[in-house]
């Protein structure tokens, strides 16, 4: 079982940035590939970017490409979203996930675990 805590989240202006965090339980962290993905109100859920289990590999959506960077530290279980140059349409509740031993996965279907969320808003 793992459990994930999002925190980070709040009210920035456009082209501010923000870092999200996401600390996991449990003693086995290094053998989960994280994801980020993020649900606006009204909007399906969306992947945003994801980590593989064993680091070296990530992948990221188009629409933010060249804006926010996946990382984590297996030594403190907790992998990181760096969001930069926030755009009005980056509102939304941000999530993780985690799925045991997997690369870095589009689709949510992959994950077995998921935090509560942290809401970013992004004002114009």
């Known amino acids: 079982q793992v459990q994930l805590v999002e925190s980070g989240g709040g009210l920035v202006q456009a082209g501010g940035s923000l870092r999200l965090s996401c600390a996991a339980s449990g003693r086995s962290f290094s053998n989960y590939g994280m994801g980020w993905f993020r649900q606006a109100p009204g909007k399906e859920r969306e992947f945003v970017a994801a980590i593989g289990w064993l680091g070296g590999t990530t992948t990221y959506a188009d629409f933010v490409k060249g804006r926010f960077t996946i990382s984590r530290d297996n030594a403190k279980n907790t992998v990181y979203l760096q969001m930069n140059s926030l755009k009005p349409e980056d509102t939304a509740v941000y999530y993780c996930?985690?799925?045991?031993?997997?690369?870095?996965?589009?689709?949510?279907?992959?994950?077995?675990?998921w935090g509560q969320g942290t809401q970013v808003t992004v004002s114009s």
């Open positions: 996930a985690a799925g045991r031993r997997i690369g870095p996965a589009q689709g949510g279907e992959r994950y077995d675990y």
